[in-house]
């Protein structure tokens, strides 16, 4: 893939996105950042405050609010020549943006926060034709996972597109604890940072599941498993863990459901 890209919406997500493929190599000039807010973008990105009037990219990244569909289509209307349209929309379902953009192909994607580093998880769904291309567009921002039944990505969206915003949630919770134990709150909160920062980095390098590392630094009648005990009364992280994730599923099929209408 070498033609132009727009990117309708260059803050957090798409933000983050900008700084992945840029920091990948990707040839700044081909991008065209569209924000009406946003202060600046890498040395080479174009930056232009409206859709342009005329004109289409071969690939249209959107990259704005959900609520926003409705504004943002209608420039488009009638234009055609849009090969490929990649959405990050939560909630906003293929069939829509088939409707709304009429592009040859159209790829559904959740990343998350951290591509902004090449450390994000991106789920993908759409045209089996562009799935390669599709892929290595999002390769840059970190893991790329696709799924086959478009019906999954409220509960992607729960996981792995807001996770980012609970195990920052968790930290905080961790750093106000062992400040509650005495320690400075600024130590205490990079001895979470790094604790966290450790423990995924283990995980991920491990053969082993999370459950039996947590019983390995869990010593019977140790320290760690007096703490195990508490998250684990009446199964209580995983009830906390699951109304969390089956409310913001619930939010992300309200929003499909908006989009539709």
């Known amino acids: ?30 991008i065209t950042a569209i924000d009406p807010f946003v202060k600046d973008v890498p040395q080479g990105v174009g930056l232009v405050r409206e859709i342009p009037a005329m004109g289409s990219p071969d690939t249209l990244v959107l990259a704005v609010k959900p609520q926003q569909l409705g504004e ?43 591509a902004s ?78 604790t966290v920062d450790g423990a995924a980095e283990l995980a991920a390098r491990s053969a082993e599941g999370p459950a039996v590392l947590a019983d390995r630094v869990a010593s019977p009648g140790g320290t760690t498993r007096e703490g195990l005990d508490v998250l684990d009364e009446a199964g209580a992280m995983r009830t906390l863990m699951r109304r969390t994730l089956a409310a913001a599923a619930k939010r992300s099929a309200e929003l499909a459901a908006a989009a539709r209408g």
């Not at 070498?2 to 000039?29: E, F, H, K, V």
């Not at 019906?151 to 919770?173: E, K, N, Q």
């Open 1 to 30: 893939m070498s033609g132009a890209i727009w990117l309708l919406g260059a803050g957090n997500m798409g933000g983050a996105m900008l700084r992945g493929w840029i920091s990948d190599g990707m040839d700044p000039t081909r």
């Open 117 to 194: 580093i090449g450390k994000g998880v991106t789920v993908l769904f759409g045209d089996a034709a562009i799935r390669d291309e599709a892929a290595g567009l999002m390769a840059p921002l970190g893991l790329v996972e696709w799924i086959d039944d478009e019906t999954l990505f409220d509960a992607v969206t729960a996981l792995s597109g807001s996770g980012p915003g609970y195990v920052f949630r968790f930290i905080d919770s961790m750093a106000d604890a062992g400040a509650a134990l005495g320690l400075d709150p600024g130590q205490a909160l990079r001895l979470a940072i790094a």
């Open 72 to 114: 943002v289509r209608a420039p488009f209307a009638g234009r055609g020549g849009l090969r490929l349209l990649v959405s990050v929309l939560a909630g906003v379902e293929t069939a829509t943006l088939a409707n709304a953009f009429a592009p040859r192909h159209v790829v559904r994607a959740m990343p998350n926060l951290p």
